[in-house]
């Protein structure tokens, strides 16, 4: 017998990759059990099947950067709660310390569909009663017909998880001139977030004064560096300034929404600029603003 559930959850991650750098992510996840009957004549009830598959994703991979650590382009290292990443990309590379719980270090030389259903079968099936005897996990990113955009950020004040520095998302963006939809300013943000970090200037450090490798001292010039302690630890990333916007405000997304309807007007000269920002799949932030004289 086998038993569906679509659209259980979404996963909204980030991860490493040598040719794109880091890239934010959301995929919606579809699950098939196979197994024999419970007592309830059932394979296993629906509400506990979300819950547990959900739980299991949140833990593992959900607002975490998912590292390649089987890629020739990475490098390494634990040392108590805290991990070191260093990771070339053909974007500069990328430098982090971090409490061991911000990332997925996935024995895999990439990161794809393929590699993250691996990594969570298992922990998936040790979830689920013995008469599921397997589990067949897909993961799919939303249909859009919309321009959008791969961002990878961190909420310091966030109580959860976001506030881990870099964990991200695929999002849609909406952007409405004088009430009329502009293909070209989605394209615009599109385009500008495509595959970006988006730092707070709060955060910014002094690459000097963060304890990363010491390969990261020669990128005084060509990297931005971040920094901030959080409840659950103390983060800190070195990342090409060519991949980052910096965003004047935290990046909740009310303030990124706020951040682009407020560009757009000063870019577009236009009284009335209205932006739908999402986070990741079916939510998300509405601004306007009102300025210029068009
Ligand atoms: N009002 C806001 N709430 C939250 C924001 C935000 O910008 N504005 N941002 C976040 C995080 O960035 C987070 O990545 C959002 O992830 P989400 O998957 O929605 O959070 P949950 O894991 O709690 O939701 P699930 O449905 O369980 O996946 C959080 N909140």
Redesign the pocket.
Known sequence: MKLFVKDL??A?FSYLCPKRGMVGESWSVDVTLTGGLDEQNMVLDFSKVKKRIKQVI?ELV??RLLVPTSSASCRWQQKGQTVWVDFETEKGDIYLSCPAQAYALIPNERIDEAAVVEYLTAPLLEALPTNVLDLELSFRAEHLATPYYHYSHG?KR?D?N?QRIA?G?RSPVEVYLNKVRSEAMERYWANRWQDRYLGSEEDLVALESLTLSSQCEASVNSHYGFCYQAPQGCFQLAIPMAICDIIPTDT???LLAQYMAQQTAELNHYKNVEVVAY??IG?GAIAFCQIGET
């Open positions: 959850t979404v909204d949140d959900d607002h909420l966030h959860g976001c964990h998302h909740t997304v009310e986070e990741g939510k």
